[in-house]
């Protein structure tokens, strides 16, 4: 625990959910809706990003987002977890039930922007976007409930936690029955290598199916001079950080991107004592399906080895894993006619997968769906740093873009049925 006491302020959320004089039954009214809704969702934004919370103590983000969507005139589900929001909106007629998934939690990372509205939360930021994927997902919610009886069925959202720490709050949605009844599950995550404006698509793989590990070495402690009565954890330690890397270039087929890498090393006590123990923090990430459960054989393996070889032993502990995210062409192509309806075409790039994880991949392994990108890159205000900078910034103007872009998708399928 961090031991801060967070005071949460929350935004005046007066003017949500009023706006039931204009119809949406035609795609072009989304824009004008979610153009209404822009300054609340950016209250919305500023606040969660002011007062981030690291994964699984997500406790006054829950609240917040809980309040928002009870004024909405949502139900909210049991969660049987700590923190995360489910909540339904039931249509008047019967109809496929849409399920839209945003992560709320922060990253350890200490933000170094110059916004006004700069986390005051010393060490934490939301420093990947979640904060622009909540308040997008609420605006979404604020916008549909507001057609409610116009709906041809349901929308379930999934406010989750701990997507940045394996093995990630996906997994206890699902448990809580977030999935129950779902047909098609939409998602997305903000891009900024891609402009605002603009939103990324690819079918297939794009998200990385990863395995985190940690190893303990085992070897036996001495004297620094006298290396020959110990086992050296540390020099096991340093072959082992070279054989995994042939495994990337030596046993994979070179076509298929791979990397493993190690990101923390621990180990020793004094310059002239022999290491006993050293641990080491890894993560493997892949994207080709085929090498599910032989990457972890070949670490294991190759760790197991080169200990043996000195007459150390060791400890592989999985720390968890998420499979390959893999996006629904179907799904694509409805994001894909909406985006351009609203507009237009030419704003639609193809994005290259990366070997980052994203649990929203459990959920796809349940029904179909997609997760867009969202371009939130705009050089002039520098928000073009990679996800998790110090200096991570968002072009605020993306967040009305994928509001309205989920909108529409959303009435889309229900109207459609996924065709
Ligand atoms: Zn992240
Ligand atoms: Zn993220």
Request: net charge positive; proline share 5%; with cysteine.
């Amino acid at each position: 625990m961090l031991g801060l006491t967070i005071v949460i302020l929350l935004p005046d959320l007066a003017g949500v959910c009023r706006y039931r004089n204009i119809t949406m039954n035609q795609t072009s009214s989304v824009t004008d809706r979610a153009r209404l809704l822009y300054k609340t969702q950016i209250g919305w934004r500023r606040h969660l990003h002011q007062y981030p919370e690291l994964s699984n103590r997500e406790f006054k983000t829950t609240a917040f987002i809980g309040k928002v969507l009870k004024k909405c005139g949502y139900r909210l589900m049991k969660v049987n977890y700590p923190t995360g929001v489910i909540a339904e909106l039931r249509g008047k007629d019967k109809g496929p039930t849409v399920a839209i998934r945003a992560d709320i939690d922060a990253l350890p990372v200490t933000e170094k922007t110059a916004v006004p509205f700069k986390s005051r939360v010393p060490g934490v930021m939301h420093a990947c976007g979640h904060d622009v994927h909540t308040a997008v997902a609420l605006g979404v919610a604020a916008l549909l409930a507001e057609q409610r009886n116009g709906l041809n069925g349901n929308v379930r959202f999934i406010f989750q936690p701990a997507e940045e720490m394996p093995p990630g709050g996906a997994q206890y949605m699902i448990a809580s029955g977030a999935m129950k009844g779902v047909d098609v599950i939409f998602g997305l995550h903000v891009e900024p290598q891609l402009q605002v404006g603009k939103i990324g698509l690819r079918d297939g793989a794009v998200f990385a199916a990863n395995f985190d590990f940690d190893v303990i070495i085992h070897g036996r402690g001495g004297h620094g001079a006298r290396p020959n009565l110990g086992i050296d954890a540390i020099v096991v330690a340093a072959e082992v950080i070279n054989r995994v890397q042939h495994i990337v270039s030596r046993e994979i087929d070179p076509i298929d991107p791979v990397v493993i890498s190690f990101g923390e090393i621990q180990g020793g006590t004094a310059r002239n004592v022999i290491a006993d123990t050293v641990r080491l923090v890894g993560t493997a990430r892949w994207l080709s399906e085929k090498l599910n459960g032989r990457i972890p054989s070949m670490i294991t393996r190759a760790i197991t080895s080169i200990c043996a070889s000195y007459g150390a032993t060791c400890e592989i502990v999985d720390i968890g894993c998420y499979p390959l995210l893999k996006n629904d062409p179907a799904v694509n192509a409805i994001y894909r006619r909406n985006w351009e309806k609203l507009f237009g075409k030419g704003k639609i790039d193809l994005t290259d997968p990366v070997l980052g994880s994203e649990d929203f991949a459990g959920y796809l392994e349940r029904v179909p769906g997609s997760m867009f990108r969202l371009g939130i890159m705009n050089k002039k205000i520098k928000a073009d740093r990679p996800w998790h900078s110090t200096f991570f910034k968002v072009d605020e103007e993306a967040i009305f873009y994928g509001t309205a872009l989920l909108t529409a998708a959303t009435l889309d399928y229900m109207e459609n049925g996924g065709k």
